[in-house]
């Protein structure tokens, strides 16, 4: 015979950990909002529990997560790699294609 955490301990232990699931637990939205936060490395050492803990249950969130980070690594890499001022001849057609649409 299996005996069940609540058998051995009682009630406290549901209400317990009721309480821990309640401080811990954050919706998928929140979760997306924090992965987002700790790219910028803004998160506190809760928060990025919370999160650890959110992508232990939702694989959604957690490839939400590698996206982002794998999005902003080669955004940095890219951006150091482009030159970044337009030719003299490409903004000469922009300008050219402006002043067809006006006329």
């Not at 402006?98 to 006329?103: G, Q």
């Given at each position: 015979m299996?005996?069940?955490p609540a058998q051995l301990f009682g009630k406290k232990l549901d209400?317990?950990?009721d309480m821990l699931t309640k401080l811990?637990?954050?919706s998928c939205r929140r979760a997306t909002f924090l992965a987002s936060k700790k790219e910028?490395?803004?998160t506190s050492y809760f928060e990025n529990l919370k999160l650890d803990l959110h992508y232990k249950i939702c694989e959604g969130c957690k490839l939400f997560d590698n996206q982002t980070s794998n999005f902003s690594k080669n955004a940095k890499h890219t951006h150091n790699h482009i030159d970044v001022a337009m030719k003299a001849e490409k903004k000469q057609k922009i300008k050219d294609m402006?002043?067809?649409?006006?006329?």
């Open positions: 299996q005996v069940t209400k317990y950990l811990y637990e954050i910028a490395g803004k402006i002043k067809k649409l006006k006329n």
